[in-house]
């Protein structure tokens, strides 16, 4: 078994068969009616191709009668800043599944208006990927989200369980990952592709219906509504702003102020040329790079060579560019952002005090305690650093409050 703190958190392995060669389902979640159900009736039905933007709007109209619908994404992401869409998954109610050829339709509106549409509840499995590649494709914002990653932490499983994970908890299914990188834009696709792709979605409505069920029983329905609200703000799906993408890179932390505020500046420039020219970033400076450029400030050409370590075809590249954004970063005003202190040791110990008494909470109530907060958010909240460029859920409001958040407060924070 997979466990966490406490034995309120499990991923069953697969049974072993008794002497008389019978499998021992027990430790599964769902009733065994339902899967071989499942067993008998999804394994022999086919699904639908849809290659037109007549036929996806059919499936718009077939969605809004049904009142929800499940979706996937297949995408390659290589080579390119945004990753190119290359399959839509989706499955209705009673067994029917459909593979969207994205590339062969080019006009995505209908399923925009899927994505947009309230009346109909969108199920996925680790939704805000999806959900982003979804909207920077369609141009829509989504609106009424379920997502059981996030919902089987309400439901005495992990919140960061995979989808193949919990389709075996609950299904005592496992799903192939045979195609896992296959090229989805390459066309035609084989059935083994196709297979793969909607595994995806064929078991989601009813593992949805499970741990909706499952949660409402442990009366935790209205924080799991509360969680997944997240989803229709459309603020969740806008671009990172460039001034705060150098917040994130590995080695900040060696850096002074005035070096943070260059790198800040070379950071915000790569972000700006990879999303215009469509490349990943390391494709045009390397993290390293940035951080060395940040630490050294060179002021010539062969500074970037020598000090910097800079291939001499990125120096005749981006050579004057960079050597004017450390001159302009240089009459700036220092940055007010500092890096959260790893070394602390009297800091540590208080995160881990307070972290522990959570987990005791969360194995106490089978709350997965990846959603309640991690331990940097905690730091963040013990050290009460304010940060624009982090989004955090708060352990002193909402549902989170409710569950531990006053506790903590008045237990480690009498003062605030």
């Given at each position: 078994?997979?466990?966490q703190?406490s034995?309120?958190f499990?991923?069953?392995?697969?049974?072993?068969?008794?002497?008389?060669?019978?499998?021992d389902d027990?430790?599964?979640?769902?009733?065994?009616?339902?899967r071989?159900?499942?067993?008998c009736?999804?394994?022999?039905s086919?699904?639908?191709?849809i290659?037109?933007?007549a036929?996806?709007?059919?499936?718009r109209?077939k969605a809004?009668?049904?009142g929800?619908?499940?979706?996937?994404?297949?995408?390659?992401w290589?080579?390119?800043y945004?990753?190119?869409?290359?399959?839509?998954?989706?499955?209705l109610?009673g067994?029917?599944?459909?593979?969207?050829?994205?590339p062969?339709i080019?006009?995505l509106s209908?399923l925009?208006?899927?994505?947009?549409?309230?009346?109909?509840?969108?199920?996925?499995?680790?939704?805000?990927?999806?959900l982003s590649?979804?909207?920077?494709?369609t141009?829509?914002f989504?609106d009424?989200v379920f997502?059981t990653?996030?919902a089987?932490g309400?439901?005495g499983?992990?919140?960061?369980?995979?989808l193949?994970?919990?389709?075996e908890?609950?299904?005592?299914?496992r799903?192939?990952?045979?195609?896992?990188?296959t090229n989805?834009?390459?066309?035609?696709?084989?059935?083994?592709?196709q297979?793969?792709?909607?595994?995806?979605?064929?078991?989601?409505?009813?593992?949805?219906?499970?741990?909706?069920t499952a949660?409402?029983?442990?009366?935790?329905d209205?924080?799991l509504?509360e969680?997944l609200a997240?989803f229709?703000?459309?603020?969740?799906?806008e671009?990172t702003?460039?001034?705060?993408?150098?917040?994130?890179?590995?080695?900040v932390?060696?850096?002074?102020s005035?070096q943070?505020?260059?790198l800040r500046e070379?950071?915000?420039?790569?972000e700006i040329q990879a999303?215009?020219?469509?490349?990943?970033?390391?494709?045009?400076?390397?993290?390293?790079t940035?951080?060395?450029?940040a630490?050294t400030?060179p002021?010539?050409e062969?500074?970037?060579l020598d000090?910097?370590?800079?291939?001499?075809?990125h120096?005749?590249?981006?050579?004057c560019?960079l050597?004017?954004?450390?001159?302009e970063a240089?009459?700036?005003p220092?940055?007010?952002w500092?890096?959260p202190?790893r070394?602390?040791?009297?800091?540590?110990?208080r995160v881990d005090?307070?972290?522990d008494?959570?987990?005791c909470?969360?194995g106490?109530?089978g709350?997965?305690v990846q959603l309640?907060i991690?331990?940097?958010?905690?730091?963040?909240?013990?050290?009460?650093?304010?940060?624009?460029?982090?989004?955090?859920n708060?352990i002193f409001?909402?549902?989170r409050?409710d569950f531990v958040?006053?506790?903590?407060k008045?237990?480690?924070f009498?003062?605030?």
């Open positions: 078994m997979y466990r703190s034995s309120a499990f991923m069953p392995k697969r049974p072993k068969p008794s002497a008389a060669g019978m499998y027990s430790r599964y979640l769902a009733p065994s009616i339902i071989n159900w499942f067993d009736n999804m394994k022999n086919r699904h639908h191709m290659t037109s933007a036929q996806l709007d059919g499936l109209l809004l009668q049904a929800r619908i499940a979706l996937d994404t297949e995408f390659v290589e080579r390119t945004y990753p190119r869409l290359g399959l839509v998954q989706a499955a109610p067994d029917r599944w459909y593979l969207i050829d994205t062969a080019g006009d209908s925009g208006k899927i994505l947009s549409t309230a009346n109909i509840e969108k199920v996925l499995h680790d939704a805000q990927l999806d590649i979804l909207c920077q494709q141009g829509a989504p009424n997502d990653r996030l089987a309400f439901a499983l992990l919140s960061t369980i995979s193949q994970d919990l389709v908890a609950v299904m005592n299914v799903l192939s990952k045979g195609e896992t990188r989805w834009l390459k066309r035609p696709l084989t059935e083994r592709q297979e793969y792709a909607v595994d995806d979605v064929r078991y989601l409505l009813g593992i949805r219906d499970y741990l909706q949660v409402r029983s442990s009366k935790r209205a924080w509504a969680e997240m229709d703000d459309p603020d969740r799906y671009e702003d460039p001034k705060l993408v150098f917040q994130k890179l590995k080695g932390g060696r850096l002074d005035r943070l505020t260059t070379l950071a915000c420039w790569r999303r215009r020219r469509d490349r990943p970033r390391q494709w045009i400076l390397a993290d390293k940035l951080i060395r450029i630490a400030t002021a010539s062969q500074a970037l000090d910097c370590e800079l291939p001499a075809r120096v005749e590249r981006y050579g560019e050597l004017k954004i450390v001159a240089g009459h700036m220092l940055s007010s500092s890096p202190s070394f602390d040791r009297k800091l540590n110990r005090e307070i972290l008494f959570i987990k909470r969360c106490e109530s709350v997965d309640v991690t331990k940097g958010k905690l730091r963040d909240v013990i050290t009460k650093r304010t940060n624009p460029g982090i989004t955090t708060g409001n909402g549902w409050e958040g006053a506790e903590v008045k237990r480690f009498p003062d605030r």
